[in-house]
């Protein structure tokens, strides 16, 4: 059984190796050491308080590679997440922290305190990510040094905050004033596939403005989150100003729409499906709310005759088999020029066939599982549409034989344009080629669909890609590199794929308000 003490569970974790093919001692050691975690939470984070859900509910946070019950943590609602609001909201004003009235200096200090607290537990964050999201432990360390990356970059960003004074063109004796200024509470609703970095990302921005966080992570991955909270604490962040609310599957829904429509709630930041952002998009309408989205994409990975097939192939590799193909700038229709089409397929087929499915915690393990059951449903559709269609199964196509929600690491090849992995994000270990004749069909291709968050191309003619990178539909474009996000660069999409940009200079901005102020002089 379990006990809490400070939020902090402490549980004699069952483990459980059912989906393994034979039993790895190592691997059932290292998995039962989570139970001894210092930052695994079942709490929810309140002003500052570890507390549980007004009804007392509960929901249960499972491990995907083995189905292992990991903790149980508080299922809350509407009138929970008011509560965290309501701090949020007091703490800008009033009390002891008057966050939004805080100098810059004092921000920054206190995002370098996370920062190092958060590289000082890396290990433990990358066991809780692993284990509730499911990616290869290497990849969760990844994730926390990225994630990471965003707190200091944003801890640098926020003595950097300036305004503007001129004189006054028509008037010499008035001066105008244009300031900058936290927009306020700040509702963030975040990802199961990047549970660390994809809140670092939004709440380093917020918090370096001046602005307080309410924070709502994926229902299936909310122990990073918490983890996070515990260290924001730890790093001395105020009273009300970081808060992090779960909520089931069921309940997110409610919580979202509080967080939307709530007028003490001044900013939506979302990263997730484009269906979900469009709701939250409507629901912020009626308190018109600044509304950050990140939402889905569909990634174009074009390979042209003159690329170097062998950096496209290991471009390919890290853009669409990372956490098994489930990000969302994950190459998601791979186009390949007709010149090369044989040679990269044969390549990619072999390096495909190097990938190693299993328990994330297992250090031999490149593949992980999907997350949930609904992921399975949906990339098992993908592949059975795109054969009726005429599409071939080079490798995989199947539900891995370790069982659970794993998935074998497929290429389907001669996969027609209509096919639902070409019209629709697969988010999962699917890697489709279609075949293309010129430079001009493929970016029409490329930009026939709604949205448009990433782009990959890969060529040696620099006229082409001049040419190609400034026509496709997208935010951001690799050209002959799979692997782009950096705290550096602005992050976001263009049509259906969202709203607004994360990380870099223009990340803060989203944050801000800018305001105007006119002082005329005595003669």
């Keep these: 059984m379990g006990s809490s003490r400070g939020g902090v569970l402490l549980r004699a974790t069952r483990v459980s190796l059912t989906y393994l093919h034979r039993p790895n001692l190592r691997l059932a050691r290292t998995m039962a050491a989570l139970s001894s975690n210092p930052l695994l939470i079942n709490k929810a984070l309140i002003n500052n308080e570890w507390v549980g859900a007004a009804d007392g509910a509960v929901f249960d946070v499972t491990d995907p590679a083995t189905g292992e019950l990991l903790a149980q943590v508080p299922d809350m609602r509407g009138a929970d997440t008011l509560a965290a609001v309501s701090a949020a909201k007091h703490c800008l004003h009033q009390g002891k922290a008057k966050w939004a009235e ?43 040094g990225y994630g990471n990356q965003f707190i200091h970059w944003f801890a640098e ?83 009300g100003v970081f808060n992090v609310v779960t909520a089931s599957r069921a309940n997110t829904a409610e919580v979202g729409s509080v967080l939307c429509s709530s007028p003490d709630v001044d900013k939506i930041s979302f ?57 969302c700038v994950c190459a998601n229709r791979i186009f390949v020029q007709s010149g090369v089409y044989d040679q990269f397929c044969a390549k990619f087929a072999q390096k495909i066939k190097e990938l190693q499915c299993g328990n994330g915690m297992d250090p031999k393990t490149s593949q992980g599982p999907l997350i949930n059951p609904n992921a399975l449903v949906k990339v098992k559709s993908h592949i059975a549409d795109a054969v009726s269609r005429g599409a071939k199964v080079e490798l995989g196509g199947e539900p891995h034989s370790l069982g659970g ?34 430079e001009e069909e493929v970016v029409k291709a490329a930009n026939s669909v709604r949205v448009g968050l990433a782009g990959y191309f890969y060529s040696r003619d620099y ?61």
Excluded at 184 to 193: D, E, H, K, Q
Excluded at 309 to 318: C, P, R, S, T
Excluded at 409 to 437: C, M
Excluded at 484 to 495: C, E, H, Q, R, Y
């Design 271 to 327: 990263t997730g499906s484009t269906n979900v952002g469009k709701i939250l998009y409507r629901q912020s309408a009626d308190t018109i709310k600044r509304v950050s989205l990140e939402l889905g994409g569909n990634a174009p990975f074009i390979v042209f005759n003159s690329a170097d097939l062998d950096l496209a192939v290991a471009g390919a590799m890290v853009s669409k088999f990372r956490n098994a193909g489930q990000t």
């Design 405 to 438: 929600t794993f998935f074998q690491p497929t290429l389907l090849t001669n996969v027609p344009h209509d096919a639902l992995v070409n019209t629709e994000e697969t988010f999962g270990p699917v890697a489709a080629v279609t075949k293309f004749e010129t």
């Design 463 to 523: 006229s082409q890609i001049y040419r190609v990178s400034e026509r496709l539909e997208v935010g951001m474009v690799g050209v002959n590199e799979g692997l782009i996000s950096t705290d550096l660069a602005p992050f976001g999409g263009v049509k259906e794929s969202g709203l607004g940009r994360e990380g870099s200079t223009y990340g803060i901005d989203e944050y801000q308000e800018i305001k105007y102020i006119y002082v005329a002089l005595e003669n």
């Design 102 to 144: 805080s100098t810059l200096t004092y921000r920054a200090g206190l995002l370098r305190k996370l920062e190092q607290l958060i590289a000082d537990n890396a290990t433990h964050l990358a066991e809780i990510i692993t284990r509730e999201q499911g990616k290869p432990l290497a990849e969760s360390r990844g994730e926390v």
């Design 157 to 239: 960003e926020a003595v950097r905050i300036k305004g503007d004074a001129v004189v006054a063109p028509h008037k010499p004796n008035a001066r105008m004033t244009f300031i900058r200024q936290p927009v306020g509470v700040c509702g963030i609703i975040t990802p199961w596939n990047f549970p660390l970095a994809m809140i670092t990302r939004k709440a380093g921005a917020a918090l370096a403005a001046g602005c307080s966080v309410v924070i709502k992570p994926a229902e299936d991955t909310p122990l990073t989150a918490l983890a996070l909270g515990k260290l924001a604490l730890d790093a001395g962040i105020p009273a």
